[in-house]
């Protein structure tokens, strides 16, 4: 147990409707991180969070992904407007200190879009 | 671009039939590479990091090993309990970039 817990851990919604998603990750994990993964692929970086501070985003982030990591705890993604394509596991990482760089994930958020 | 390929994509193996997987990489400025375990339905877990050319961990069965253009995960005397999909991810030094670059995996079955 790396200690990252992602809710909700299912979500079935339909085309065009908003969904959100919430990682908490433990208190030392001071950068966190979300990615995306598909059926038979390995996981692809969305964005990650330094503290509070959004440093990086993927071209693969459309404008209707958001994410948020308000006082650097917790974090959340939102899509507006899904779509089918969107279907697909949103993982959680997070790790710590300035020099740590291996990345503990929580157990996702697999996301069907109908 | 960085890649990363892994192969087989897929192996199955008898309990106690010992074999490799491979991750091959192609980066500019590698800061770490990473190979971690992955439960069907489950988040990846990680099992090793590897810094430079030459470097080797082990854990229980599994033996990671590095070299300047490819990892390689060894696995002695399987148990059915290995059984998952195993991915490799790499960290570039690049700018303020800290995302891993993972490969597909390869899914391993071991049969008892």
């Known amino acids: 147990d790396t200690g990252v817990s992602q809710n909700p851990r299912h979500k079935i919604t339909k085309r065009g409707q908003n969904v959100t998603f919430r990682c908490d990750p433990i208190?030392?994990?001071?950068?966190l991180y979300w990615y995306r993964q598909t059926l038979g692929q390995g996981p692809e970086f969305l964005t990650y969070?330094?503290?509070?501070?959004?440093?990086?985003k993927s071209r693969l982030l459309s404008d209707r992904f958001s994410a948020e990591r308000p006082k650097g705890s917790f974090s959340t993604l939102e899509i507006q407007r899904t779509e089918q394509g969107d279907s697909a596991m949103y993982l959680c990482?997070?790790?710590?200190?300035?020099?740590?760089?291996?990345?503990?994930f929580g157990p996702g958020t697999r996301l069907l879009v109908l | 671009e960085d890649q990363v390929t892994q192969s087989p994509e897929a192996l199955r193996l008898q309990e106690g039939e010992s074999s490799s997987l491979n991750c091959s990489y192609t980066?500019?400025?590698?800061?770490?590479l990473f190979w971690y375990r992955q439960d069907p339905g489950k988040g990846p877990e990680f099992l090793f990091t590897l810094y430079s050319a030459g470097e080797e961990k082990e854990k229980e069965r599994l033996k990671a090993t590095l070299t300047k253009k490819e990892s390689f995960l060894h696995i002695t005397a399987p148990k059915p309990e290995d059984s998952a999909t195993y991915l490799c991810?790499?960290?570039?030094?690049?700018?303020?970039?800290?995302?891993?670059?993972f490969g597909s995996g390869t899914q391993l079955t071991v049969l008892p």
């Open positions: 969070f330094q503290n509070e501070a959004q440093l990086e």
């Open positions: 990482a997070g790790t710590s200190g300035v020099m740590g760089e291996t990345q503990y």
């Open positions: 208190s030392e994990h001071n950068r």
């Open positions: 980066v500019s400025g590698l800061r770490g």
């Open positions: 991810a790499v960290l570039i030094s690049s700018g303020s970039a800290r995302q891993l670059t």
